[in-house]
């Protein structure tokens, strides 16, 4: 079973990576927009994989997995921001991309870090 928080501020481009790992094997969703909201959703059901944004109306997602994993351990994440050079944590195992999503490549590297 591969369970996935999706951290990300705009509800479409939640609802996007969603697909597109659905089609990548992802069974199930956690859905948060903002930091504390992550940390919540990530205590309630402590995902598989992380997939999120970097800046988000209530700080930020690199904050978000770094409390995540402090708690839950290592979990692999994957960014996907606007500001791909942006400084912020990217403790491995971890992949960042560019918005807009190359949806195939996300999937792919889902599918391998997620999967093997």
Known sequence: MCHVLI???E???ALDVADVLTDH???SFSF???E???IDAADQRVPDF???DVSLRAGTGPQAVAK???SHGIIPVIFVTATPDAEFQRDPPSNVFRKPMDR???GATFHTMAFG
Request: aromatic letters at 0%; a negative charge.
């Open 25 to 27: 094997g992802a069974l």
């Open 36 to 38: 504390g909201d992550a």
């Open 104 to 106: 195939r490549a996300i």
């Open 7 to 9: 951290i990300e501020d």
């Open 11 to 13: 509800p479409l481009i």
């Open 32 to 34: 948060a927009d903002n």
């Open 68 to 70: 995540i994993r402090a």
């Open 50 to 52: 992380i997939v999120s």
